[in-house]
């Protein structure tokens, strides 16, 4: 699939199992969320009192998968993948070379507008 992150296209593979959608968020340093690597995703596993995502600046939850994030190379803005890295250490290099402190992300969450027109037609069609 393809969403638009920071003005460009970028490729994301859905991880979630439900219906879902990937979406630009943006908070400042520290973001204040932890990951792990999870079949090759970068899968939010806490959120951490004191950032960015605990005082709902970067609006993320616990269990959303990050597919892209902002990077700094050169003092210009750029765009690091999950696909380009492999660890999470390369992931958090990425986010923690944000110059200006403010970082983007490619965030895949449940799409509950999806879900309820789904099971809203289920409704309809077990009635007919």
Do not use: Y
């Amino acid at each position: 699939m393809q969403a638009f992150f920071m003005g460009k296209r970028v490729d994301w593979q859905p991880g979630l199992g439900v219906a879902s959608k990937a979406v630009e968020v943006g908070g400042e340093l520290p973001l204040g969320i932890r990951f792990e690597r999870q079949d090759g995703a970068f899968v939010i596993t806490e959120i951490i009192s004191g950032g960015s995502a605990s005082v709902g600046e970067l609006d993320v939850q616990v269990g959303n998968i990050i597919h892209a994030v902002s990077c700094s190379v050169g003092g210009k803005k750029q765009i690091t993948t999950a696909f380009e890295v492999d660890t999470i250490d390369q992931m958090s290099q990425a986010i923690c070379s944000n110059d200006d402190e403010r970082v983007l992300m490619l965030v895949e969450k449940p799409d509950e507008g999806a879900a309820g027109a789904v099971s809203f037609l289920t409704d309809v069609a077990t009635r007919l």
